[in-house]
């Protein structure tokens, strides 16, 4: 099967036509989802970085506090600690408890009285401090869950703790103050940037803070896993509520000399939520092109019409002449040089096959009669 001259021009004009056009539209939607992707990703962890700041200062402003009275706190003097404990718990509600352990673990000097005299040796905070400044991760209240008030919300709390030493640098004891984590949640939920969810994930992968349906259960995704590790990465993944986010992870909470209690911060965003401004553009352009391409394929086709139709009629009157019909002439083609010149081509050809038949047409010239 032959196509004809239109045919070839349309469909070779086309494929001309839109194959670069798809290829270039294909590379800009990829281009304009990678950029997007891309200041997204720096979008989120310069949020993530901001909040991490944010919790790390205020939590460093009650390490200071810690860390201040540790350094003068005097093991053999609880009296006086007791009185200093009394006046911070009254001053800042944020400690829920503060006191103080002499080198074997017995309570010294509590805030309000409370635990003074009982062993605390066994408790992190207090085997962590021997050592060193020490933060101790989220954990439920023990010992103080029946002397405190009660609340609606089972305690928990997050510790700091700090050796006491004497001038020369002897461990006397540990100072360990209790704050109230409620108080820390409800801070790191204040912080909101739109389209953007906050997660606080502990070092083995428990979600301290987050959306109701993750809160307190421990995440396997991608994500969670550079958080326990203390990796910062940016992924595309699946969460469990079976939406695609955009995770970033900002690891390592932690501001100055505060001890670490090894979080991490994971801010995501819904897939849909960034990409939807670039599929409107896509959706545009994909509008505009589709548009453009059907206005350029019609156009081409009045283009391959214009330019077959002088070469069609040429082709019947050539045809007419070869089957003997020399009495039509042939149409005068003007549009372009070459249908033009076939047109002169054919039209003396009609007048060279007519000649025969004008010699045997033409009539007898009669002789006058002789008068």
């Known amino acids: 099967m032959r196509f004809g001259l239109k045919t070839i021009i349309f469909l070779g004009g086309s494929l001309l036509m839109i194959a670069p056009a798809l290829v270039a539209g294909v590379h800009f939607t990829g281009e304009l989802q990678e950029r997007v992707e891309n200041s997204s990703t720096a979008r989120l962890r310069a949020v ?13 402003q009650l390490w200071q506090g810690v860390d201040s ?28 408890w503060i006191g103080a352990a002499n080198i074997e673990g017995k309570v010294v000097a509590g805030l309000g009285g409370l635990l003074e005299g009982q062993d605390v040796s066994q408790r992190p905070w207090f085997r962590k401090g021997l050592k060193g400044p020490a933060a101790e991760d989220v954990h439920d209240a023990k010992l103080l869950e029946k002397l405190l008030p009660a609340t609606d919300k089972a305690r ?4 700091f703790s700090a050796p006491i030493r004497k001038p020369d640098g002897t461990v006397t004891g540990v100072l360990g103050a209790h704050f109230d984590w409620y108080w820390l949640k409800d801070n790191l939920e204040s912080i909101r940037f739109p389209g953007a969810q906050f997660i606080l994930m502990s070092r083995d992968r428990k979600v301290l803070s ?7 259960t421990i995440l396997s995704v991608g994500s969670a896993i550079a958080a326990g590790q203390q990796t910062s990465v940016a992924l595309t993944e699946r969460w469990p509520d079976g939406k695609d986010y955009i ?6 909470v932690q501001y100055k000399d505060m001890p670490s209690f090894g979080w991490s911060i994971i801010v995501r965003a819904p897939t849909d939520t960034v990409f939807e401004n ?4 896509a959706r545009s352009f994909w509008l505009t092109l589709g548009a453009g391409a059907l206005a350029a394929l019609v156009l081409l086709y009045l283009f391959a019409d214009w330019i077959a139709t002088p070469l069609r009629r040429a082709l019947g009157s050539a045809e007419r002449l070869v ?14 040089a070459e249908a033009s010149r076939l047109s002169s ?17 033409r009539p007898a010239r009669q002789e006058d009669p002789v008068a």
Do not use: C, W
């Open 278 to 281: 670039a599929k409107s553009i």
């Open 69 to 96: 009275m540790a350094r003068q706190a005097d093991i053999e003097d609880g009296a006086r600690m007791h009185r200093e404990f009394s006046f911070l718990g009254g001053l800042d509600s944020r400690y829920s």
């Open 48 to 60: 993530g970085e901001l909040a991490s700041e944010q919790i790390g200062r205020r939590m460093h």
């Open 345 to 361: 081509v054919i039209v003396r050809l009609q007048s060279r096959e007519m000649r025969p038949y004008q010699k045997v047409s």
């Open 323 to 336: 089957n003997g019909d020399v009495g039509e002439p042939p149409h005068e083609e003007t549009r372009y």
């Open 210 to 216: 987050g959306p109701a349906d993750i809160q307190d």
């Open 156 to 159: 928990r709390f997050v510790d």
């Open 247 to 252: 995770s970033v992870v900002v690891p390592a």
